[in-house]
C-alpha cells in the first residue's frame, strides 16, 4: 500500500505512475483514489485490512511532513500507526531532500503539542531502516527498485536465507512500461 500525506499534487502523480509500472509487472499495489464521492476512509480502511491479513508492505512516500498528527482517521500518521501497532513493514520511499520526514509539533499544532509525529518516525522508520532513493529518478525506475526490494525480503522470507544468493532480479524492460 502507498502511504502519503495528504495535498501532495506531484508527488502522489509521480506514486500513481509508479503503481501503474508495478501493477504491470504482477505486483499488487494499493493506493487509496481520492476523486469526487469517493469515500477515503473506506478504501484507506480496506487497504489497511488487506495489508496486515496478507502480511503486506507500506510503502511510505516520506515527505517532510510525512506522519504529520491531523484531524484525519485516515493520514499517514494514522497509516504509520497502524504499521506499528501491527508488526507491519515499512518500506520507507525519500522524496525530498529532508530525510527522515520531520511532522511538525509543538504548542501551536492544532493536533500534536508533543511531537506524537517525529516519534513515531523514530521508531517506525529508525535511521537504521535504509530508505528507496527516489529523488530525481523516474516512475520506470523506482518501480524497478522496489520489485527488485519486495521480491528479495519474500525470497528471504521464504527461505530464511539471504536473496542474493537466490536469484538475480530482472531489470524491467523500459519498452514494456513506456
Avoid at 501532495?8 to 494499493?30: K, W
Avoid at 518500506?91 to 530525510?99: G, K, S, T
Amino acid at each position: 500500500m502507498v502511504s502519503a500525506s495528504a495535498d501532495r499534487g506531484p508527488v502522489i502523480t509521480h506514486m500513481r505512475a509508479v503503481q501503474e509500472c508495478l501493477i504491470s509487472h504482477n505486483y499488487e499495489v494499493l493506493m487509496v483514489h481520492v476523486g469526487a464521492g469517493a469515500d477515503v476512509g473506506q478504501q484507506t480502511m480496506a487497504c489497511l485490512g488487506r495489508i496486515k491479513r496478507e502480511r503486506g508492505v507500506i510503502l511510505a512516500v516520506c515527505t517532510q511532513d510525512y506522519a504529520e498528527v491531523t484531524a484525519s482517521q485516515f493520514s499517514s500518521y494514522r497509516h504509520l500507526r497502524f504499521a506499528l501497532d501491527n508488526s507491519l513493514e515499512v518500506l520507507p520511499l525519500r522524496v525530498e531532500d529532508i530525510y527522515p520526514p520531520e511532522p511538525p509539533w509543538g504548542e501551536e499544532h492544532p493536533y500534536d503539542q508533543n511531537g506524537s509525529g517525529q516519534a513515531l518516525v523514530g521508531m517506525k522508520i529508525p535511521p537504521s531502516l535504509v530508505p528507496l532513493d527516489c529523488r530525481g529518478r523516474t516512475a520506470v525506475q523506482i518501480a524497478s527498485d522496489i520489485a527488485e526490494r519486495l521480491s528479495i525480503e519474500k525470497a528471504e522470507w521464504s527461505s530464511g536465507r539471504p536473496a542474493a544468493h537466490l536469484f538475480e532480479m530482472p531489470e524491467i524492460p523500459l519498452s514494456r512500461i513506456q
